[in-house]
């Protein structure tokens, strides 16, 4: 649903890949950009609206890479029309457009997943296995980051404010994201410091915060969007550390790799070359085929945007929030 570029520049190539999905229609509300894609990318149908998309009886789920400020009308609209969604991050504006979504889902009785393609690579099944078996001993804080630099063009959808821009949105929900999936817990309270900026029209263009977990454990995080890129993840423990160079990016051979220091002894933990995008919706096929469960459902989409909530309001109010 849509010609966005996440869409066209690394979803549907991995969908491409998939031996468990097919590509087999696009809307744009512009015809001629969705049979313009359509031709590109080797894709059998366009429409010219996204109603269009809906009413096939042949399609089974929806991709929705639109703005986010779009993501709650069209994924309740989707689920009404009975079908599975796979929804771009940030999966709403706030946590209670996201209830409504998963509620919505619920009632339809179709599955909702937030497009967080990372935790499909199997890197992260491993670094969860060297946490487990003591390698590193407890963990005592995680660091990670998200920048890149994108300032200058000024027209995208990442700068106007009403439709869900910012940096924290678009990127810092990754680092968020990563330290309640490897601590397997929901935070406490954030603070975060911005950089608000009046050129796009004063979404915060870099943030700068701490993520409070029970037990005195801490995500420290910045994010970005007007700064050199990098996307590191650090985990600190007692014994050791885990250091991941490209914590979300692994689209070349070997980015995928991580390292574990720890004991005296400092080793690169090689990953098999795959396309997390290709594993992502190789998962949810196999949910809604019944071949496993859905490993991260709308209840978990609910909760990382109940995080967010509470870092834009810190960030505004400049002050520490309890969630």
Partial sequence: MGCAGIAKGAVIPGLHLSELNEVAAIASRDVDKAKKTAEELNIPTAYGSYEELLADASIDVIYIPLPNHLHREWTIRAAEAGKHILCEKPLALTAHEAAEMSEAAAKAGVL????????????????KKVIADGEIGDIRGIRSAFTFNN??????????????????????????????????????????????????????????????????????????????????????????????????????????????????????????????YTLQADHMANAINGVSELQFG??????????????????????????
């Fill in 112 to 127: 909702l997943s937030e497009a967080f393609m990372y935790r499909y690579h199997p890197r992260y099944d491993m670094i």
């Fill in 151 to 276: 300032a200058g063009h000024k027209e995208n959808v990442r700068y106007r404010k009403e439709w869900g821009g910012g940096s924290i949105y678009d990127v810092g929900c990754y680092p968020i994201n990563a330290a309640r999936l490897l601590l397997g817990k929901e935070p406490e309270a954030v603070t975060v410091q911005a950089l608000f900026s009046p050129e796009h029209d004063h979404v915060d263009m870099m943030a700068s915060g701490l993520i409070e977990f029970e037990g005195a454990v801490s995500l420290t995080f910045d994010c970005g969007m007007w700064a050199a890129f990098r996307n590191p993840l650090e985990v600190l423990g007692t014994e050791g550390i885990i250091e991941v160079p490209s914590a979300f990016v692994t689209g070349a051979p070997g980015s995928g790799n991580f390292f574990v220091d720890a004991k005296g002894e400092r080793r690169e933990v090689e990953v098999p070359h795959v396309n997390a």
């Fill in 298 to 323: 709308s209840a978990d989409g609910v909760n990382n945007m109940k995080v967010i909530d509470a870092c834009l309001l810190s960030a505004h109010e400049h002050t520490r929030i309890k969630i």
